[in-house]
């Protein structure tokens, strides 16, 4: 089993920043495979970026390619999502996820979820 718990999310203008964190508990973090999705309300549940149990491969949306950064270290347990150059189309629930396949991009390829943090882009 493990635990995620998302945090950072909060209320930035377009074209602002955010970083969100996702840290872990259980089994051995580096086991994983972790990715980030979104969902907006009335939509389904997207893809955002995903990051290999090591770290040295990474895959994002094509929405999110050039402005977000996924990241991770395991020595704290943690992934990250770095979120440049926002937009109100960013507006949306962001979850972590460890995962079962390498930088998958479906959510039945991942195991254990958080509990999400919303992030609001104003216009």
Excluded: H
Aim: aromatic share 12%.
């Amino acid at each position: 089993q493990v635990q995620l718990v998302e945090s950072g999310g909060g209320l930035v203008q377009a074209g602002g920043s955010l970083r969100l964190s996702c840290a872990a508990s259980g089994r051995t973090f580096s086991n994983y495979p972790m990715g980030w999705f979104r969902q907006a309300p009335g939509k389904e549940r997207e893809f955002v970026a995903a990051i290999s149990n090591s770290g040295g491969s990474t895959k994002y949306a094509d929405s999110v390619k050039g402005r977000f950064t996924i990241s991770r270290d395991n020595a704290k347990n943690t992934v990250y999502l770095q979120m440049n150059s926002l937009k109100p189309e960013d507006t949306a629930v962001y979850y972590c996820a460890a995962g079962l396949v390498t930088l998958g991009a479906r959510s039945y390829e991942y195991k254990y979820w958080g509990q999400g943090t919303q992030v609001t882009v104003s216009s």
